[in-house]
């Protein structure tokens, strides 16, 4: 049996020093700060020593959910802060004033820049309601929050880093949510996760 934790620790090593990128940029997303991301992917690590994987293909998947796992739990007191007062006509961001012609063709730097912009609350449900796509109830679970104010934040958060993007006044998004945006939104996370991997 020692043999198989062997090598399912040097299957995480492997993941862990392949997708460094991919999985600091998770973390750097959930917690707000390249700081508090790099001790997530450390603890992550540290957390998966021991671990035991059912086999070497879910190494990934089990390195990904540790990070974010941690990188909850470093931002985990504020996102309560802003899931309990929680008002949709609000959200405290600071605002960049430039104009993007087509969120399209938005660069994966100013989608980042944009993303970090929102409070930890917003960034967490974006991360893993739509760009993760997990469903609701996990998330509900994950944050300890309940499902419908996931679903309802997950709009205005939507809502808030497109205006974002697009230098407009995130305090009063004039946004709509359509399945197109989500897509956009969506292919703008993955090229940044390209870009970073």
């Known amino acids: 049996m020692k043999n198989k934790s062997n090598l399912d620790c040097h299957a995480l090593s492997e993941v862990f020093c ?3 990128g991919r999985l600091h940029l998770l973390a750097s997303i959930l917690t707000g700060s390249s700081e508090a991301a790099s001790e997530c992917i450390v603890e992550a690590f540290e957390s998966l020593h021991d671990s035991f994987l059912v086999s070497r293909e879910f190494a990934y998947e089990t390195a990904r959910l540790a990070t974010i796992k941690h990188g909850l739990r470093k931002v985990m007191k504020e996102i309560r802060h802003y899931a309990l007062s929680d008002t949709t006509d609000h959200i405290t961001v600071c605002t ?6 087509n969120l399209g063709t938005t660069c994966a730097d100013r ?3 944009s993303l970090q912009q929102l409070n930890a609350f917003d960034r967490a449900v974006l991360l893993l309601r739509v760009y993760e796509q997990y469903r609701p109830h996990v998330v ?10 996931i ?3 997950k709009v205005h958060a939507i809502s808030s ?7 407009q006044d995130a305090s009063a998004p004039s946004s709509r949510f359509s399945p197109e945006l989500g897509m956009t939104l969506s292919n703008s996370y993955n ?5 970073h991997s």
Request: charged share 20%; hydrophobic share 50%.
């Open 18 to 20: 392949s997708q460094l």
């Open 96 to 101: 960049i004033r430039m104009r993007v012609p």
């Open 111 to 113: 989608f980042l820049a």
């Open 140 to 149: 509900a679970l994950w944050l300890r929050l309940p499902s419908a104010l």
């Open 151 to 153: 679903e309802r934040r």
């Open 161 to 167: 880093l497109t205006s974002l993007i697009h230098g």
């Open 191 to 195: 090229t940044s996760r390209q870009i």
